[in-house]
């Protein structure tokens, strides 16, 4: 691939920024903070073969690659303002380039935010997003803010992601209609932006849940507690919410999707109960269902009970891309 | 690769940040600015086999990595303040781990600038850093602010690691303490992180070299002209400055290196011919030479001048690492 080559690809990129002093072009991007506000940074790869397939929609792709990261920056409670995109492509595809492009821009245009640098290098096809957001001093949504008695909640619905996977490794059959829909929900996340905003100063921790709702749970219960000891949380696996799809799978294979799940994209929030109606106040705010699913406690350990009250001896493994 | 492998290589990169409100291991990592501080940000990938040897000393490259991000900061006079990493790797190697991780802190250290994030992936050996720094609103060096009649300088030497390469490729023969010094250039630049702020309010645009002088001084002609109309440049060829090792080779390879180069890591710095004192001072305080190549013009086009004032017919690629 010859430099030529790649101004070629870096111009389907270099669109003016509109919202920042400087954008592509320079050593550097130049960003300014409004007074009193705290910059929020996320970062996440997308590798071909390990986070996509090669069959994907490029649309899809340039959709999902900046998705993932406005989701990050939403649950901190960070309105997203720019964001960079190193790209690694091992030959021109235009067709791809200008799918990807397309996805990307549309979902920039929808949240407002610039495009403002990055790189583009020759070599096996993944991308880099760095977003940027910014969120009040103090204000922003952390993991730690868990305390015992908090009530924890999740957004939307759990585990269409995964069971588009498992239909995708042939372990699932689904009819085209329903295939269609949760593969969706995997190829194209909606980072809830305006959730985040408005659980600032309601919810007391907030992660958003990619690698499964158990493990990510388990990041807010060990950087919440002390040191040494996690805190532990009671899950009503019952009360867990799912798509109608995903509703009339097999028990199990639901509790596998919904809480070993993976590529959700929705929030696991935990809130003091006496912030119920501030914290349905805000769902409805944003327009994203929020509905309590247990509560955190202060025994380590994450106790599960299934439909009939009993506990589930879980051994749910947490999503992971590498086995895929 | 397992998750708990990657929880294994992420501990490598989970010291805490010192100088941020909230680094690695949250949603997002945290960053507050000073007040009247823009933020500067430069993002640049590193692929195995296109930008580094398979071969490569971990420690040097941890350097490398982040170092080419650091002279991007510096190139517009922002002071580094931290970096996000985006890694993937194919399999667990402890030893390039270790190697890349210490390369990468002893920098970080010598800098003062925190890790604050990342992602670690499975994946083909590749690095995307995305580094942050502070400069003062309004003061960025650009590559915009070149003036007809500006004098060209250049910092350090040119050329030493395009000659590395060269090697390399078997193309040139070097004695092996050469060798190794070319070699080092070529794998540890020094980022001009003090060079960068004492040309702020002195410089009138400055670039860092990382393509090729010629390659890099035309973006900067382009973007200092009119949208229609790049400014010009007249170079002297003798006066740009090379080490004693690749002094001592073929004039013709001199030029080569030296102005079609490649991973120099140096700068390219314009200002108004009155301004020399205050290059010259800045230079000084930073203990970085500075040396005056050439001046901008009117008029589009790089007229390059050899030892005999002789006007040079040049076809100099710019650097490339995608033939190498």
């Known amino acids: 691939m010859s430099a030529g080559e790649f101004d070629l690809i870096a111009r389907y990129f270099s669109r003016p920024a509109r919202r920042v002093p400087l954008g592509v072009g320079d050593d550097c991007a130049l960003l300014a903070l409004e007074s009193g506000q705290q910059l929020a940074v996320s970062c996440d790869t997308l590798v071909e073969g390990r986070h996509f397939l090669s069959t994907v929609d490029p649309q899809r792709l340039g959709h999902k690659a900046l998705a993932v990261n406005l989701s990050d920056l939403a649950a901190c409670g960070a309105r997203p303002v720019a964001f960079m995109l190193a790209l690694s492509m091992p030959h021109i595809d235009e067709v791809f380039l200008e799918g990807f492009s397309r996805g990307l821009y549309a979902l920039a245009d929808e949240q407002a935010v610039?495009?403002?640098?990055?790189?583009?290098?020759?070599?096996?096809?993944?991308?880099?997003?760095?977003?940027?957001?910014?969120?009040?001093?103090?204000?922003?949504?952390?993991?730690?803010?868990?305390?015992?008695?908090?009530?924890?909640?999740a957004s939307g619905t759990l585990g269409d992601a995964r069971l588009a996977l498992e239909a995708f490794r042939g372990r699932v059959?689904?009819?085209?209609?329903?295939?269609?829909?949760?593969?969706?929900a995997m190829e194209c996340p909606v980072p809830r932006v305006s959730l985040g905003q408005a659980?600032?100063?309601?919810?007391?921790?907030?992660?958003?849940?990619?690698d499964g709702l158990l493990g990510d749970l388990a990041h807010v219960l060990r950087r919440s507690g002390a040191p040494d000891a996690p805190l532990g949380a009671s899950l009503e696996a019952a009360a867990v919410p799912v798509s109608a799809h995903l509703a009339v799978q097999p028990w199990h294979l639901q509790l596998e999707c919904a809480l070993g799940g993976g590529d959700d994209y929705v929030f696991c929030?935990?809130?003091?109960?006496?912030?119920?109606?501030?914290?349905?106040?805000?769902?409805?705010?944003?327009?994203?269902?929020?509905?309590?699913?247990?509560?955190?406690?202060?025994?380590?350990?994450?106790?599960?009970?299934?439909?009939?009250?009993e506990l589930l001896d879980h051994a749910f493994t947490s999503f992971d891309h590498f086995r895929a």
Do not use: Q
């Open 114 to 153: 610039d495009l403002v640098g990055g790189d583009t290098t020759a070599g096996p096809l993944a991308m880099t997003i760095t977003a940027f957001g910014e969120v009040p001093a103090g204000r922003a949504l952390l993991r730690s803010g868990a305390r015992p008695g908090d009530d924890l909640w």
């Open 173 to 184: 059959r689904l009819d085209g209609e329903v295939f269609e829909a949760v593969r969706l």
């Open 199 to 210: 659980l600032r100063d309601v919810a007391s921790a907030a992660i958003d849940v990619s």
């Open 269 to 309: 929030v935990t809130a003091r109960p006496d912030r119920s109606d501030a914290v349905l106040a805000a769902s409805s705010a944003a327009g994203v269902p929020l509905t309590r699913i247990g509560r955190i406690d202060a025994e380590p350990g994450v106790r599960i009970r299934g439909r009939n009250g």
